[in-house]
């Protein structure tokens, strides 16, 4: 599977992934990783934020 965090695949997202989270707020932080919120909705968060249990190894 391509990686989707890293390289020029950013800069084909909007805003090159970079947003608010809307969990923690930070501002033009990079929003790479799918949350489930409490509604069932998928939404980008950052990497403070992303699910603990789908840690990914550098
Ligand atoms: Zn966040």
């Known amino acids: 599977m391509a990686t989707t965090t890293r390289g020029k695949v950013l800069r084909e997202l909007k805003s090159s992934g ?26 980008k968060v950052c990497k403070i934020c992303r699910p603990k249990k789908k840690l990914i190894k550098k």
Not at 20 to 28: D, F, H, I
Not at 35 to 43: A, F, K, L, M, P
């Open 18 to 43: 970079r947003g608010t989270c809307p969990l923690c707020g930070r501002t033009r932080i990079k929003l790479l990783y799918d949350h489930i919120n409490e509604e069932g909705e998928t939404i």
